[in-house]
């Protein structure tokens, strides 16, 4: 599926809350699936830009990251606890603008492994 960015957004809200119920807007996340040559690690991944202050202002226990298929059909869903990215924060990359950019891998030998970080913090083990 070749939906604008909205879209898919609100594709991915609606997978989170069809499985979880009424998940506020600002506990999810959504991201399209970047195959190698459009991703900046060179591998296929799902790009997520969370704001620091925003884990950390206690609003989400829990974010909801949903990983577009390959196919634009359907998502993969996390449900992945606040607290465990604030302890690996150190392995994540964090920009200068305060934003926590993971890059999530869409390969099997490293699944949802973050690509972007030096911690190469996993995140298989939060798929739902």
Known sequence: MNDK???KRKRGIKAVRERFGAVPKQ????SRFYPADKSWTRSPVWFFNLSLARLEDGECEVVFLACEHETGEEFCLLKVPVSYLLETLSGLCVSQ???VLLH????NEDWLVDLRGKGRVPFAKFEV
Not at 27 to 30: P, Q, Y
């Open 97 to 99: 603008e305060e934003r």
């Open 104 to 107: 999530l891998s869409a390969r």
């Open 27 to 30: 506990c999810i996340s959504v």
């Open 5 to 7: 960015p909205q879209e």
